[in-house]
């Protein structure tokens, strides 16, 4: 009778240790099935991700620029910018020549001004432009207006006008100064 006593207690605790080991591997499972799904959700972005690229790759005409390309890019447009610099600046030089060599030669002509009387005399037979027999030169400066300029020189008491500085440099406008162009300034009469 001992032995069929352990019989059915063996087979309840060999019932129970099987059912313990039921428990935990369906808990594996259950874990194994939670990593399994999330893995698929990894794939499922990833494989959105590879599509979005391939279709970035397909575009047609697309083309990226790498940091080298945009520092090449930055150099040219410095090359091309200081070269522009320097032919404005040739360009400014040569405008003050021809300046210049139009200006009238003093003892051939004679320009009054008063408000809007202008007289010439000419030892030639063509007119020529006129300068007033005295006239200052004034080299532009940057920010210079024609009413800074006349003010300064109100404050060294030699009248001028800005009419008058018009008049003595034919072509020049108020509004589009050149800095560096040389100008007559002439007192007024």
């Given amino acids: 009778m001992a032995l069929l006593l352990s019989g059915p207690a063996l087979l309840r605790a060999q019932d129970a240790a099987v059912e313990e080991r039921l428990n935990k591997l369906t808990g594996r499972l259950d874990d194994l099935s939670e990593a399994n799904n999330s893995q698929k959700k990894k ?22 620029a790498s940091q080298e390309d ?3 890019l930055t150099a040219k447009l410095k090359e091309i910018d200081d070269k522009r610099v320097q032919d404005n600046e040739k360009i400014v030089k040569q405008i003050s020549k021809l300046g210049q060599t139009l200006d009238p030669k003093p003892g051939n002509t004679r320009k009054t001004t008063g408000a809007d009387t202008t ?9 020529t432009p006129t300068v007033p027999d005295k006239v200052y030169k004034y080299t532009v400066q940057s920010g210079d207006t024609l009413e800074g300029i006349v003010r300064a020189y109100k404050k060294e008491n030699i009248k001028v006008t800005v009419s008058g500085i018009l008049g003595a440099n034919p072509g020049l406008k108020a509004e589009n100064l050149v800095v560096g162009k040389e100008i007559n300034i002439p007192p007024a009469q």
């Fill in 70 to 72: 945009v520092k090449q």
């Fill in 43 to 64: 794939i499922d972005e990833l494989e959105k991700q590879v599509r979005e690229l391939q279709e970035q790759q397909n575009k047609p005409n697309i083309s990226y």
């Fill in 119 to 127: 007289s010439t005399t000419s030892t030639s037979s063509t007119a």
